[in-house]
């Protein structure tokens, strides 16, 4: 069965401090693998997504998240993160072009990020 | 483009009113997805249809839950009767064939049911 996996529900960094939260997915075929975020009392809104190519995948926010196949995970990072980095993180996948995902995305269940000053 | 449009933004009713959330979707997309989140469940996927047909309504949670797409820029989730544990924040969302499934959410509905 297709699944998105985040084993972390809150991830605690201090200001400045490098920034990682995780997901790992099972799905057939080669997967489109997203990231949105969720600010209080809003919408979620799109980050970055991995398709194809480069494994490393640049987003909005100086966030990047590594493409890994053998481990089956996308996990988020930020070299540096700020205060305003403290939102809700959710991971979602689809089983690709030709995965009969016909048209929609699996979310994970998110992870909750408190950046401290 | 303005973005997908939701309204009402917020929503108060009484226990066994009936309840309508709109939805307009990107321009183009032909993808429409509801969604509901709360506390304890999470982000969860009512239903969500392609070309205004609806395509899978496994998360529809009862009965008391109906979800129309008259038309392509268009679209209804009905609660009726409502009930206190209906109340959560309702995303919609839309995406495009060409977009990798990259979904583009509204800014929800509160809905509160008293």
């Known amino acids: 069965a297709q699944s998105v996996a985040q084993p972390e529900d809150q991830v605690n960094v201090a200001e400045g401090n490098p920034l990682t939260v995780k997901c790992t997915y099972s799905?057939?075929?080669?997967?489109?693998l997203f990231w949105y975020v969720q600010y209080p009392n809003r919408g979620l809104q799109f980050l970055l997504k991995y398709i194809t190519g480069d494994n490393l995948v640049k987003g909005s926010y100086g966030f990047e998240a590594e493409f890994n196949k053998s481990q089956t995970s996308f996990h988020l990072k930020k070299p540096s993160a700020l205060v305003s980095d403290s939102a809700l993180y959710f991971c979602a996948v689809s089983p690709g072009r030709y995965g009969g995902s016909q048209g929609n995305l699996i979310f994970g269940k998110g992870t909750k990020l408190s950046v401290k000053p | 483009d303005a973005g997908v449009i939701q309204s009402p933004r917020h929503e108060v009713t009484e226990m066994g009113q009936e309840v309508t959330l709109r939805c307009k979707p990107i321009?183009?997309?032909?993808?429409l997805f509801w969604y509901r989140q709360t506390m304890m469940r999470g982000l969860e996927l009512l239903i969500y249809?392609?070309?205004?047909?609806?395509?899978?309504d496994s998360g529809m949670p009862e009965d008391r839950f109906s979800a129309k797409m008259p038309n392509a820029s268009f679209s209804t989730l009905k609660i009726q009767p409502s009930e206190p544990r209906d109340s959560a924040v309702y995303f919609c969302a839309s995406s495009g064939t060409g977009d990798y499934n990259e979904q583009f959410f509204g800014p929800g509905t509160r809905l509160t049911v008293l």
């Open positions: 321009s183009g997309h032909d993808y």
């Open positions: 799905v057939s075929g080669n997967p489109y």
């Open positions: 249809f392609n070309n205004n047909v609806p395509i899978d």
